[in-house]
């Protein structure tokens, strides 16, 4: 059995039993502020503790450590060791279990980050009076984007928020379907529930897209609440808002059977798992974009080479039909915009299969070099690195609000990035201990022959834009003539 030490500090597990009865469980706590607003409930350490064994006993999970943070302060030490015991390959299945997903950090974009950091490792998360249903990664979006529209309110306002978020008060904007009763909880509107019970019946059961749905309705003259016209996005916003299956989520806290349900949240989690099964039309396939746009340069005049679609049709002889091909190359844009160079051309395939072929060879001799580098330009390369990770991670948690990131998006493009970005945050951590700087130099250049590989591997596949964005993480430029091609690498 575990206990918790000091702050920053976790228990190892002790006394398993070489049989496996339960699914390992892990507790996360946090130290509770010095002060709270008077009508906050905040759980003390010792709380906690008995929260994460009382749920534990009721689960059949078998508790094998626990760890603990202060309640604030980025890169703490406790999560970073809850993730390292995550990550043992030996460790079996495992369950982290929090009070709620904004348990994980005092900071909203840190919880999302932690939640897809935690889950990529391969552990679920269970949440203490949550049934099991919906998505955490949504959960901790939600969090997020509340968070972010309250950010000017002060943090004892936001402590009472959450104290009311945390009776089922219906706060902030009311969901289609719902109002807010005179006892301060949601009620159901009739007619608008009716609407959205059609909207789940026509996406599971008659397998319409959320643009035909929307369609049908507007067709219908059948409005929103304010009199608008449906949309994709408003579609879209009511088959992921969990409210509509009688679970309540505001500011990280999340009650089930608040309200009352408009659909079975069966219904719910059916929709969810359709809507994740489905890649996003906007960002399938090789269509639209090129990846070296912004990489690649002209080597006779120095202009930036563009990216250029040309559609071609002719009549077949054989039938009289008329067949049709579109074509993708590159072409220095200075011939295109100012007619001040040569003609260059490049087929968009030849080009970005040589740059591949180019980084690979160009990375050992590179790595060879960077032996050589000084501790401190190594450490400036790797935090500037680190700002450019936060900064991308920030732009796909933008993406899921406006709507061009879905989950599964999201996911794919964030796994590979939270690897990285924890992988060098644990070697500058480490820097100033023995041999910390021969481990950094190791861990870039890993990271950028793992990267390399699985850019190869899943090239026909990917979007255009992750194309980009993962040669953008390798290479400075690309200069190409008509028959030679160069590759300044990243670092």
């Known amino acids: 059995m575990c206990s918790v030490r000091a702050a920053g500090g976790f228990c190892t597990p002790s006394g398993r039993p070489s049989w496996r009865t339960f699914l390992d469980a892990i507790g996360y706590f946090r130290q509770p502020p010095a002060t709270a607003p008077q009508d906050e409930q905040v759980l003390t350490l010792q709380e906690q503790e008995e929260q994460f064994f009382s749920f534990c006993r009721e689960h059949g999970y078998q508790p094998v450590a626990t760890f603990m943070d202060p309640i604030a302060g980025p890169g703490a030490r406790g999560f970073r060791q809850l993730r390292e015991y995550a990550s ?236 049709e091909a579109t074509y993708r190359y590159y072409r220095c844009g200075s011939r295109v915009n100012q007619s001040v160079c040569s003609y260059h051309t490049w087929r968009s395939d030849d080009l970005e299969r040589a740059v591949l072929a180019a980084i690979g060879a160009a990375l050992d001799p590179a790595i060879e070099q960077v032996q050589d580098t000084p501790a401190a330009e190594l450490r400036t390369l790797v935090q500037g690195r680190l700002k450019v990770l936060s900064t991308r991670f920030n732009r796909y948690l933008d993406g899921t609000t406006k709507g061009t990131h879905d989950l599964v998006r999201l996911r794919r493009l964030s796994y590979p990035l939270l690897r990285e970005q924890q992988r060098l945050r644990d070697r500058l951590l480490d820097l100033d201990a023995a041999g910390g700087i021969e481990a950094l130099r190791a861990a870039w250049w890993q990271q950028q022959r793992e990267r390399l590989q699985d850019l190869t591997a899943h090239w026909p596949t990917l979007p255009q834009e992750d194309c980009r964005l993962a040669l953008g993480d390798l290479i400075r430029r690309a200069t190409a003539t008509d028959g030679a091609l160069q590759v300044e690498l990243l670092g």
């Open 88 to 323: 043992q390959p030996d460790r079996g299945f495992t369950i982290v279990v929090l009070s709620a997903v904004s348990h994980l950090s005092s900071d909203a974009r840190e919880v999302v980050e932690r939640v897809l950091d935690l889950e990529q490792t391969g552990v679920q998360i269970a949440l203490i009076g949550d049934d099991g249903g919906g998505d955490r990664v949504e959960a901790a979006l939600d969090y997020w984007r509340e968070h972010r529209t309250q950010s000017g309110l002060s943090a004892r306002a936001m402590d009472s928020l959450r104290n009311k978020a945390m009776r089922g008060f219906g706060l902030g904007k009311t969901p289609y379907g719902y109002r807010i009763a005179e006892n301060g909880r949601l009620e159901v509107v009739p007619d608008e529930a009716e609407v959205v019970r059609r909207i789940y019946a026509m996406y599971l059961e008659q397998g319409l897209g959320l643009r035909l749905i929307a369609r049908t309705l507007n067709d219908e003259n059948v409005f929103t609440r304010r009199g608008k016209r449906w949309s994709v996005v408003t579609i879209r916003d009511i088959l992921r808002n969990r409210a509509y299956a009688g679970t309540y989520l505001r500011f990280g806290v999340r009650i089930t059977g608040s309200h009352e349900a408009i659909i079975p949240t069966e219904t719910f989690r059916e929709a969810q798992r359709r809507r994740e099964s489905t890649p996003s039309v906007a960002h399938s396939g090789k269509e639209g974009g090129f990846a070296l746009s912004g990489l690649v340069y002209c080597g006779s005049c120095g202009g930036r080479m563009i990216g250029v679609s040309r559609k071609q049709s002719w009549a077949r002889k054989r039938d009289g039909g008329r067949s």
